[in-house]
């Protein structure tokens, strides 16, 4: 981890409410996908191209993932959190703290939004036009949480819900729906991701997406990206490392949809690996979470800084290109 970065992340630790810490940094199960998450990108290194100049200045290949209820790390929540991205696409999650048009009006950059669909097609089409009319640019739908995972710390702590004061705001005050802190999970299909689409003229990815026929499919049931993820561990603890995933889905979708990366992205390094082995960008969540509980909207912009300034020095090093060719197993 960067250094900065595990700075920000002790002093997260330090001020957080513990069974909040626990929240935001558990995994499901005995956590193992959660560490290999990160373990995966010190199994790869990067062979640098020499003789090539260091390149133009690159566009910064980082979105800020879907992470719930950043009120528990600070008390302007994802307020705070849009306006450090300065550019950066933020993807609020549909369990934000902050309703979705709040969070727009806040933002210095683009904003997409995260939906689980809900059984009720009442509300999912409820929380569509919410997006919609914030001023949002893009669906991003999480596909890898037919039920909740079962977090062992959240259930040790009996943390269940949220503390008074607090909601899922994007929830409030829609038919259907019992209360603001009302999110269900269910199993859904294909064509209920076809009717999504035919229901809204905003493009629609994918989030957590591992398997390379799951990944051709989400192409040609027309779909604008996808997220290859694991949910940062918190689902599925059996499930491969998210960069180990990465290089069947590149292959199989050949380039027609661009590919995010989330998961255990921790420095340049991790963002600079993930490019050569095939992403279009990658995807930042817990790190985002430690900033803004140490300082904030400050905090934020931190992160982002050195994650930038990082990225910006590796591809320097490496003549200002990534390519598959440069990725090597670390012996």
């Known amino acids: 981890m960067n250094p900065v970065l595990a700075e920000l992340h002790d002093k997260a630790r330090a001020v957080l409410d513990p069974v909040h810490y626990d929240f935001f940094a558990g995994g499901v199960g005995d956590e193992i996908v959660l560490a290999d998450n990160e373990a995966a990108f010190r199994r790869h290194a990067l062979l640098p191209r020499v003789l090539r100049g260091k390149g133009n200045s690159a566009e910064f290949p980082v979105l800020i993932s879907p992470t719930a209820f950043h009120k528990l790390a600070h008390p302007d929540g994802e307020l705070a959190t849009a306006r450090a991205a300065e550019g950066t696409v933020l993807v609020s999650s549909m369990a934000s703290t902050v309703p979705i048009a709040d969070v727009v009006a806040a933002a210095t950059g683009p904003v997409w939004f995260q939906l689980y669909l809900q059984p009720d097609p009442r509300v999912t089409e409820a929380l569509v036009r919410r997006a919609e009319q914030a001023g949002c640019e893009a669906l991003v739908v999480t596909v890898d949480s037919p ?6 710390r959240d259930i040790a702590n009996e943390f269940h819900d949220l503390p008074s004061g607090l909601a899922a705001e994007n929830m409030r005050d829609l038919a259907g729906v019992a209360g603001p802190r009302d999110i269900e999970m269910a199993a859904f299909s294909w064509q209920d991701v076809d009717r999504l689409r035919a229901s809204t003229s905003l493009p629609v990815w994918l989030k957590g997406v591992l398997h390379p026929a ?11 990206g996808i997220f290859v993820s694991n949910h940062g561990g918190r689902q599925l603890d059996v499930v491969p490392a998210a960069l180990d995933a990465l290089p069947a889905v590149v292959k199989a979708v050949g380039g027609r949809v661009p590919l995010v990366l989330d998961g255990g992205v921790r420095s340049g390094g991790d963002i600079a690996l993930a490019l050569a082995m095939g992403a279009s960008s990658v995807g930042i969540g817990r790190p985002v979470l430690w900033g803004l509980a140490a300082d904030g909207e400050a905090g934020v912009h931190r992160v982002l800084g050195v994650l930038r300034d990082e990225f910006e020095h590796v591809l320097a090093m490496c003549g200002g290109e990534l390519s598959h060719d440069m990725v090597v197993a670390r012996c």
Request: hydrophobic share 55%.
């Open 214 to 224: 799951d990944a051709v499919l989400a192409v040609g049931h027309g779909v604008a």
């Open 147 to 152: 039920v909740f995972g079962r977090h062992r």
